[in-house]
């Protein structure tokens, strides 16, 4: 189980390089047995611990060897390095087993109590032994269960083991209702209890969570004189009145006061501390968490998991769009399984077409408060969705459409919603991505500008194209090459690769909008000649749609742009990449014409 053991064969040597006169013989198995026979023995011992009145022999080199602590014990000039025995205050068992290891670097932790692994784990934390207290950690995650995680959580707390900590929250958070019925909730710390009371995701009815506390209180009595720092934790206010009443009042162990500021709590407050199930990277709205759409036609469709069999007439759920409205008739809506926390929702809005959306989303605990997560009712949206919001614990989704550039339905092919670990920056609810979204994967697409390909100019292939394709174009003087991305996103810089094959040089300039009506230039190159790649930045802006208009090249009536991205990726080896035309190529001459048109119209 140690990082530091190594188990070659014993008399196995090994050729190092491929030089025959260099060769390196390592028996480390051989001398691993070796060392190991010394552990326990009295032969060339010069020092002895008493643990639990059992004298143990020992050698200082070794130890010193193998451990900063006991080399400052043995050989520091502490008083104990003038005794010959040394009286140690801890677990026997554990001890051995740490002696064994520091002797042969091995350890067998399956064939160890529970109990003596994390007696081992802190002696490792106490004595520095820094790769034995990780190895062991390792194995304990792997093997947590109801019936030792409390004790695993306890000894992370205790030893400061953040890894292990998260790993056991983890786990208790699945099982919360199973854990709080378990007999080994009693023996948790305070501190360790404490910090389970204090998660939002530490999910189950709060009565429950209450009755265990209440329990634990009593068994720990003895040791915890004040049980107010406990108790308060426990979020009253979530409970039925009936429960604050019934199972609560007859404990005293709240005070009338504080249970009459709970009732208080509960029938004014906008907002209670909800508490919530948290399942990380995974979609919750679906069969598996029995999560169901209860508003909406076509219901069945939404959480099916098919993003890819929709057309015309099914593959989706839909609502009339009505302006203004916000009513529980209103829209399409989601039921969780039960209480979830979630801070990510992706929805895949019909895109057969080039039709475009405005919506907004809300979230609620019972239908009747609803709070508004993403509003994106004045910009033009397509296709798949990423939507973010701060964590908090949800049972319903509402997607409500307030405008389709077809007609007056609202269709939505699929909606997953989960808590992801990924940090995402937001302003003012909208996106600031580092990544390019401008690619067909984040939903973006070429609404104008010509083209053999649909969407060439956002496949992020940088080499592959000539005089005959693998760029989008349009004509000097009329029209404009129009990118739409997928939803607004914060924008503060663009890059682009003008085609450059031979010597020409374009002028351009670059606008964006969020609506197709107000634009913003953000480059103007009209009176320069640009060549090859092009970055550029510029103030943080909402950007929906991207024009780049052509004014001029020196050799021809066309613009031709090979690939466009936002924001601009610090990508050096496209450059090199997008400079490396085939000397062969350099005297052909790219069509004066526009190649066949591929636009979404």
């Not at 552990?39 to 451990?67: G, Q």
């Not at 083991?161 to 710390?189: G, M, Y």
């Not at 000397?583 to 979404?600: C, G, Y």
Request: charged content about 20%.
């Amino acid at each position: 189980m140690s990082s530091q053991s190594n188990t070659m064969a014993s008399g196995q040597h090994s050729t190092a390089g491929s030089n025959s006169e260099t060769q390196e013989i390592r028996l480390t198995a051989r001398f691993s047995e070796q060392m190991a026979q010394l552990c326990l023995s009295e032969d060339y011992s010069d020092v002895s611990f008493i643990v639990e009145n059992e004298r143990l022999p020992a050698h200082r080199v070794i130890l010193a060897a193998r451990s900063d602590y006991f080399r400052a014990l043995l050989y520091g000039g502490l008083s104990e390095s003038r005794l010959n025995e040394i009286t140690l205050p801890i677990p026997l068992t554990a001890f051995k087993a740490l002696l064994r290891y520091i002797y042969s670097g091995n350890m067998l932790l399956s064939e160890m109590k529970e109990e003596q692994i994390i007696d081992t784990l802190g002696l490792a934390n106490h004595y520095g032994f820094t790769d034995l207290e990780v190895a062991i950690s390792d194995y304990l995650r792997n093997v947590l269960s109801l019936g030792n995680v409390c004790s695993v959580l306890d000894a992370a707390r205790l030893f400061g083991l953040d890894a292990l900590t998260t790993v056991c929250h983890s786990f208790v958070d699945k099982h919360a209702p199973d854990i709080l019925q378990h007999e080994t909730f009693r023996t948790l710390s305070l501190d360790a209890l404490t910090s389970l009371l204090e998660r939002d995701s530490f999910f189950a009815p709060e009565v429950q969570i209450f009755e265990a506390v209440y329990d634990w209180c009593r068994c720990n009595a003895d040791s915890v004189k004040n049980v107010d720092g406990v108790v308060e934790k426990v979020r009253f206010s979530l409970m039925s009145l009936e429960e604050l009443l019934n199972v609560v009042r007859p404990s005293s162990i709240l005070d009338p006061d504080r249970l009459l500021d709970a009732i208080a709590e509960k029938v004014s407050s906008q907002r209670l501390p909800y508490r919530g199930a948290l399942w990380p990277e995974e979609n919750v709205a679906s069969a598996k968490f029995n999560s169901r759409t209860i508003l909406g036609e076509q219901r069945m469709a939404l959480l099916d998991g098919d993003t890819v069999s929709y057309d015309l007439e099914h593959g989706y759920t839909r609502a009339a769009i009505s302006a203004g409205s916000s009513s529980d008739s209103t829209g399409i809506i989601v039921e969780l399984g039960k209480m979830f926390i979630i801070n990510h929702i992706k929805v895949l809005l019909w895109d057969r077409d080039t039709r475009s959306y405005s919506y907004y989303v809300e979230v609620s605990v019972n239908q009747s408060n609803w709070e508004r997560v993403v509003d994106h009712t004045k910009y033009y949206c397509r296709s798949w969705q990423f939507l973010y919001f701060p964590p908090q614990a949800v049972r319903y989704i509402r997607l409500v459409g307030t405008h389709n550039t077809v007609n007056e339905v609202f269709h939505v092919v699929a909606l997953e919603a989960l808590y992801t670990e990924t940090a995402v920056p937001m302003v003012g609810g909208v996106l600031v991505p580092t990544y390019n979204v401008a690619t067909v994967k984040y939903s973006a697409t070429v609404v104008e500008g010509g083209s053999r390909t649909r969407n060439v100019l956002l496949n992020g292939d940088v080499k592959n194209y000539d005089w005959d394709g693998g760029y989008t174009c349009h004509q000097i003087g009329t029209g404009a090459i129009l990118i739409q991305l997928g939803q607004p996103y914060w924008i503060s810089s663009l890059r682009l690769l003008l085609w450059d094959c031979d010597n020409r040089s374009y002028s351009f300039f670059v606008e964006v909008s969020t609506n197709l009506k107000d634009w913003e230039t953000v480059v103007d190159r009209r009176t320069e000649h640009m060549k090859s790649w092009q970055n550029f930045s510029f103030p943080p802006k909402v950007v929906v749609y991207i024009r780049i208009v052509g004014t001029h090249n020196t050799a021809n009536e066309m613009f031709h742009c090979v690939h466009f991205e936002c924001p601009s990726q610090d990508t050096s080896k496209l450059v090199k990449i997008g400079q490396d035309a085939p000397a062969s190529e350099i005297d052909r001459e790219p069509k004066d014409t526009l190649p066949t048109i591929v636009t979404a119209d």
